[in-house]
Protein backbone atom coordinates (compact mmCIF):
# COMPACT_ATOMS: atom_id res chain seq x y z
CA UNK A 1 0.00 0.00 0.00
CA UNK A 2 1.58 3.42 -0.79
CA UNK A 3 2.65 5.01 2.00
CA UNK A 4 0.54 7.88 4.00
CA UNK A 5 1.33 11.53 4.28
CA UNK A 6 -0.23 13.40 7.06
CA UNK A 7 0.42 17.40 6.73
CA UNK A 8 -0.99 20.20 7.53
CA UNK A 9 -2.33 22.59 4.94
CA UNK A 10 -0.05 25.00 3.73
CA UNK A 11 -1.88 28.59 2.50
CA UNK A 12 -4.09 28.38 -0.58
CA UNK A 13 -4.28 24.59 -0.09
CA UNK A 14 -8.59 25.11 0.99
CA UNK A 15 -9.38 23.08 -2.16
CA UNK A 16 -7.38 19.93 -1.16
CA UNK A 17 -9.32 19.92 1.84
CA UNK A 18 -12.68 20.15 0.47
CA UNK A 19 -11.81 17.66 -2.25
CA UNK A 20 -12.51 14.48 0.48
CA UNK A 21 -16.05 13.42 -0.53
CA UNK A 22 -18.63 14.46 1.68
CA UNK A 23 -22.37 12.79 2.04
CA UNK A 24 -23.41 15.87 4.42
CA UNK A 25 -24.96 13.77 6.45
CA UNK A 26 -23.12 15.01 9.38
CA UNK A 27 -20.73 17.79 10.78
CA UNK A 28 -20.30 21.23 10.25
CA UNK A 29 -22.38 20.81 6.65
CA UNK A 30 -25.51 20.32 8.68
CA UNK A 31 -25.19 24.24 9.73
CA UNK A 32 -24.56 25.46 6.43
CA UNK A 33 -21.10 26.42 6.87
CA UNK A 34 -18.29 26.46 3.94
CA UNK A 35 -14.67 26.13 4.99
CA UNK A 36 -13.19 28.02 2.43
CA UNK A 37 -15.31 31.13 3.90
CA UNK A 38 -14.59 30.50 7.32
CA UNK A 39 -10.62 29.89 6.10
CA UNK A 40 -10.80 32.95 4.95
CA UNK A 41 -11.96 34.57 7.88
CA UNK A 42 -9.56 33.47 9.61
CA UNK A 43 -11.42 30.68 11.82
CA UNK A 44 -9.45 27.56 10.20
CA UNK A 45 -5.86 28.07 9.40
CA UNK A 46 -3.39 26.31 7.92
CA UNK A 47 -1.70 25.07 10.87
CA UNK A 48 -4.52 23.95 12.50
CA UNK A 49 -5.98 21.88 9.48
CA UNK A 50 -4.28 18.58 8.56
CA UNK A 51 -4.55 15.84 5.95
CA UNK A 52 -3.51 12.25 5.07
CA UNK A 53 -2.75 11.91 1.77
CA UNK A 54 -1.90 8.84 -0.57
CA UNK A 55 -0.86 9.58 -3.91
CA UNK A 56 -1.92 13.00 -3.50
CA UNK A 57 -5.02 11.87 -2.95
CA UNK A 58 -7.07 13.37 0.61
CA UNK A 59 -8.01 10.14 2.81
CA UNK A 60 -8.63 12.14 5.97
CA UNK A 61 -9.07 15.46 6.95
CA UNK A 62 -9.16 17.59 10.70
CA UNK A 63 -9.91 21.21 11.34
CA UNK A 64 -9.72 22.63 14.72
CA UNK A 65 -11.96 26.05 14.64
CA UNK A 66 -11.58 29.33 16.82
CA UNK A 67 -12.47 32.78 16.39
CA UNK A 68 -10.86 34.84 14.68
CA UNK A 69 -7.63 36.37 16.84
CA UNK A 70 -7.50 33.32 19.21
CA UNK A 71 -4.10 31.71 19.95
CA UNK A 72 -5.09 28.80 20.56
CA UNK A 73 -8.21 26.24 18.90
CA UNK A 74 -11.50 25.72 20.72
CA UNK A 75 -12.22 22.42 19.34
CA UNK A 76 -12.09 20.20 16.41
CA UNK A 77 -15.33 20.07 15.06
CA UNK A 78 -14.33 19.20 10.88
CA UNK A 79 -13.07 15.21 10.76
CA UNK A 80 -14.00 12.76 8.48
CA UNK A 81 -11.97 10.18 6.03
CA UNK A 82 -12.83 7.15 3.72
CA UNK A 83 -9.74 5.27 5.43
CA UNK A 84 -10.68 4.57 9.25
CA UNK A 85 -7.00 3.93 9.61
CA UNK A 86 -6.01 7.19 8.11
CA UNK A 87 -8.19 8.98 10.12
CA UNK A 88 -7.45 7.66 13.36
CA UNK A 89 -3.45 7.81 12.50
CA UNK A 90 -4.14 11.60 11.90
CA UNK A 91 -5.52 12.45 15.08
CA UNK A 92 -2.73 10.33 16.98
CA UNK A 93 0.08 12.77 14.47
CA UNK A 94 -1.46 16.08 14.42
CA UNK A 95 -0.27 17.75 17.67
CA UNK A 96 -3.49 19.55 18.55
CA UNK A 97 -5.17 18.65 21.19
CA UNK A 98 -9.01 19.86 22.00
CA UNK A 99 -12.40 18.85 22.34
CA UNK A 100 -14.36 17.20 19.45
CA UNK A 101 -17.61 18.00 18.58
CA UNK A 102 -20.26 16.19 15.92
CA UNK A 103 -22.86 17.82 14.96
CA UNK A 104 -25.72 15.32 13.97
CA UNK A 105 -29.32 15.63 12.97
CA UNK A 106 -31.73 15.20 15.83
CA UNK A 107 -32.77 11.20 16.42
CA UNK A 108 -29.66 10.15 14.43
CA UNK A 109 -29.95 6.81 15.37
CA UNK A 110 -32.90 5.95 13.55
CA UNK A 111 -31.58 6.58 10.58
CA UNK A 112 -29.22 3.92 9.43
CA UNK A 113 -26.94 5.89 7.16
CA UNK A 114 -26.86 9.10 9.53
CA UNK A 115 -26.08 6.27 12.25
CA UNK A 116 -23.53 4.73 10.26
CA UNK A 117 -21.52 8.22 9.40
CA UNK A 118 -21.31 9.54 13.13
CA UNK A 119 -20.63 5.82 14.64
CA UNK A 120 -17.50 5.60 12.49
CA UNK A 121 -16.54 9.12 13.89
CA UNK A 122 -17.07 8.11 17.39
CA UNK A 123 -15.02 4.74 16.36
CA UNK A 124 -12.10 6.18 15.09
CA UNK A 125 -11.83 9.00 17.83
CA UNK A 126 -11.75 6.83 20.52
CA UNK A 127 -9.47 5.02 18.98
CA UNK A 128 -7.20 7.77 18.69
CA UNK A 129 -7.47 8.70 22.47
CA UNK A 130 -10.81 10.65 22.84
CA UNK A 131 -13.89 9.38 24.73
CA UNK A 132 -17.54 10.18 24.86
CA UNK A 133 -18.56 13.20 27.07
CA UNK A 134 -21.90 13.66 26.37
CA UNK A 135 -24.48 14.01 23.35
CA UNK A 136 -26.37 17.98 23.71
CA UNK A 137 -29.55 19.37 22.11
CA UNK A 138 -29.07 22.48 19.62
CA UNK A 139 -32.18 24.70 19.80
CA UNK A 140 -32.57 27.37 17.30
CA UNK A 141 -35.41 29.99 17.88
CA UNK A 142 -36.95 31.86 15.71
CA UNK A 143 -40.40 34.74 15.75
CA UNK A 144 -42.42 32.39 13.88
CA UNK A 145 -42.05 29.95 17.50
CA UNK A 146 -43.72 32.63 19.46
CA UNK A 147 -41.83 35.22 22.26
CA UNK A 148 -43.07 33.58 25.41
CA UNK A 149 -45.03 35.63 28.23
CA UNK A 150 -42.78 36.57 31.10
CA UNK A 151 -44.16 34.87 34.24
CA UNK A 152 -43.30 37.68 36.16
CA UNK A 153 -41.77 36.08 39.11
CA UNK A 154 -38.23 37.21 39.37
CA UNK A 155 -36.45 40.64 39.01
CA UNK A 156 -33.66 40.99 37.00
CA UNK A 157 -30.13 43.13 37.35
CA UNK A 158 -27.25 44.09 36.13
CA UNK A 159 -23.96 42.88 37.49
CA UNK A 160 -21.02 44.28 36.66
CA UNK A 161 -18.75 42.74 38.98
CA UNK A 162 -17.07 39.80 37.64
CA UNK A 163 -15.99 38.45 41.11
CA UNK A 164 -19.62 38.24 42.46
CA UNK A 165 -20.81 36.31 38.89
CA UNK A 166 -17.82 33.98 39.84
CA UNK A 167 -19.28 33.64 43.13
CA UNK A 168 -22.33 32.58 41.65
CA UNK A 169 -21.15 30.24 39.33
CA UNK A 170 -19.93 28.53 42.44
CA UNK A 171 -23.05 28.28 43.64
CA UNK A 172 -24.96 26.97 40.88
CA UNK A 173 -22.19 24.54 39.66
CA UNK A 174 -23.33 22.55 43.26
CA UNK A 175 -24.83 19.36 41.82
CA UNK A 176 -25.00 20.67 37.89
CA UNK A 177 -26.12 18.76 35.50
CA UNK A 178 -24.29 19.76 32.93
CA UNK A 179 -21.57 17.14 31.83
CA UNK A 180 -18.82 19.79 31.45
CA UNK A 181 -19.05 21.40 34.36
CA UNK A 182 -18.85 18.07 36.46
CA UNK A 183 -15.89 17.07 34.69
CA UNK A 184 -14.08 20.13 35.67
CA UNK A 185 -15.66 19.91 39.26
CA UNK A 186 -14.15 16.26 39.43
CA UNK A 187 -11.04 16.91 37.73
CA UNK A 188 -9.99 20.38 39.48
CA UNK A 189 -12.60 21.77 41.87
CA UNK A 190 -15.72 23.73 42.04
CA UNK A 191 -13.24 26.61 41.90
CA UNK A 192 -11.48 26.00 38.38
CA UNK A 193 -15.33 25.22 37.05
CA UNK A 194 -16.81 28.40 37.65
CA UNK A 195 -13.69 29.82 36.52
CA UNK A 196 -14.00 28.20 33.17
CA UNK A 197 -17.48 29.44 32.45
CA UNK A 198 -16.81 32.94 33.12
CA UNK A 199 -13.25 33.01 31.04
CA UNK A 200 -15.63 31.56 28.63
CA UNK A 201 -18.82 34.26 28.74
CA UNK A 202 -16.06 36.42 28.56
CA UNK A 203 -14.24 35.15 25.47
CA UNK A 204 -17.90 35.70 23.80
CA UNK A 205 -18.26 38.93 21.57
CA UNK A 206 -21.76 39.66 22.79
CA UNK A 207 -21.72 42.36 25.33
CA UNK A 208 -20.97 41.70 29.10
CA UNK A 209 -23.75 44.00 30.11
CA UNK A 210 -26.78 42.05 29.05
CA UNK A 211 -25.50 39.86 31.73
CA UNK A 212 -28.37 39.55 34.58
CA UNK A 213 -28.73 37.85 38.04
CA UNK A 214 -32.50 37.14 38.84
CA UNK A 215 -34.10 37.38 42.51
CA UNK A 216 -37.02 37.16 44.31
CA UNK A 217 -39.48 39.78 45.26
CA UNK A 218 -37.82 39.36 48.98
CA UNK A 219 -34.30 40.11 47.35
CA UNK A 220 -33.26 36.10 47.56
CA UNK A 221 -30.67 35.32 44.70
CA UNK A 222 -32.20 32.51 42.00
CA UNK A 223 -29.62 32.59 39.75
CA UNK A 224 -28.02 34.23 36.78
CA UNK A 225 -28.93 34.51 33.13
CA UNK A 226 -26.49 35.34 30.31
CA UNK A 227 -27.59 36.38 26.96
CA UNK A 228 -24.96 37.17 24.90
CA UNK A 229 -23.50 36.52 21.14
CA UNK A 230 -21.19 34.00 19.80
CA UNK A 231 -19.44 34.26 16.28
CA UNK A 232 -22.32 34.18 14.34
CA UNK A 233 -25.55 34.07 16.43
CA UNK A 234 -27.53 35.66 19.61
CA UNK A 235 -27.24 32.68 21.62
CA UNK A 236 -28.20 32.03 25.20
CA UNK A 237 -24.82 31.88 26.80
CA UNK A 238 -25.92 30.83 30.11
CA UNK A 239 -29.53 30.01 32.62
CA UNK A 240 -28.72 28.49 35.86
CA UNK A 241 -30.34 28.23 39.54
CA UNK A 242 -28.80 27.85 42.57
CA UNK A 243 -29.40 25.14 44.53
CA UNK A 244 -32.23 25.88 46.84
CA UNK A 245 -34.16 27.48 44.49
CA UNK A 246 -34.52 24.42 42.52
CA UNK A 247 -37.76 22.61 41.47
CA UNK A 248 -39.52 25.64 41.43
CA UNK A 249 -39.78 25.98 37.42
CA UNK A 250 -37.09 28.79 37.66
CA UNK A 251 -34.67 27.90 34.63
CA UNK A 252 -37.86 28.43 32.22
CA UNK A 253 -38.30 32.47 33.79
CA UNK A 254 -34.37 32.56 33.36
CA UNK A 255 -34.86 31.34 29.67
CA UNK A 256 -37.95 33.71 29.07
CA UNK A 257 -35.85 36.97 30.11
CA UNK A 258 -32.84 35.52 28.15
CA UNK A 259 -35.40 35.36 24.83
CA UNK A 260 -37.22 38.48 25.57
CA UNK A 261 -33.75 40.71 26.04
CA UNK A 262 -32.08 39.46 22.79
CA UNK A 263 -35.47 40.09 20.88
CA UNK A 264 -35.04 43.86 22.59
CA UNK A 265 -31.51 44.00 21.07
CA UNK A 266 -32.50 42.93 17.74
CA UNK A 267 -32.30 39.06 17.41
CA UNK A 268 -34.29 37.38 14.91
CA UNK A 269 -32.98 33.98 16.03
CA UNK A 270 -31.53 32.43 18.89
CA UNK A 271 -29.75 29.20 19.50
CA UNK A 272 -28.75 27.64 22.52
CA UNK A 273 -27.31 24.25 23.73
CA UNK A 274 -28.30 21.54 26.86
CA UNK A 275 -27.15 18.20 27.44
CA UNK A 276 -29.65 15.79 26.48
CA UNK A 277 -29.53 14.46 30.52
CA UNK A 278 -30.45 17.59 31.68
CA UNK A 279 -34.41 17.06 31.68
CA UNK A 280 -35.27 19.94 33.82
CA UNK A 281 -33.35 22.34 31.37
CA UNK A 282 -34.54 20.64 27.63
CA UNK A 283 -38.43 20.79 28.83
CA UNK A 284 -37.86 24.57 29.97
CA UNK A 285 -36.34 25.08 26.53
CA UNK A 286 -39.53 23.32 24.61
CA UNK A 287 -41.68 24.93 27.14
CA UNK A 288 -40.37 28.36 25.84
CA UNK A 289 -40.73 27.62 22.07
CA UNK A 290 -37.18 26.27 21.15
CA UNK A 291 -37.42 23.52 18.70
CA UNK A 292 -34.42 21.07 18.60
CA UNK A 293 -32.89 21.54 15.21
CA UNK A 294 -29.51 19.39 16.03
CA UNK A 295 -27.72 17.44 18.45
CA UNK A 296 -23.70 17.54 19.00
CA UNK A 297 -21.82 14.43 20.36
CA UNK A 298 -18.81 16.06 22.58
CA UNK A 299 -15.55 13.77 23.01
CA UNK A 300 -12.89 14.90 25.24
Given at each position: ?????????????????TSLPDRGLVGRTLLGDDFAEMAAKGEYRPEWTW??????????????????????????????????????????????????????????????????????????????????????????????????????????????????????????????????????????????????????????????????LAYTREGELVGLTLPTRNVYDPVVGYVAVVPEH???????????????????????????????????????????????????????
Amino acid sequence: MTELVIRPLEAGEEALFTSLPDRGLVGRTLLGDDFAEMAAKGEYRPEWTWVALRDDVVVARAAWWAKPGDATPIALDWFDFTDFDAGVHLLKTAPLRAEYSLTTPPAWEADPDVAREVNVRVEAAEKAGYRKLVERYRFRWTPENGLPERPGRLEFRPEPDDDVILDVFKRVHAGSLDAHVRKTVEEHGLDAAAQEDLDIMRWMPGPRDWWRLAYTREGELVGLTLPTRNVYDPVVGYVAVVPEHRGNGYAYDLLVEATHDLVSYGADRIVAATDVDNVPMAKAFAKAGYPVTQHRIDLV
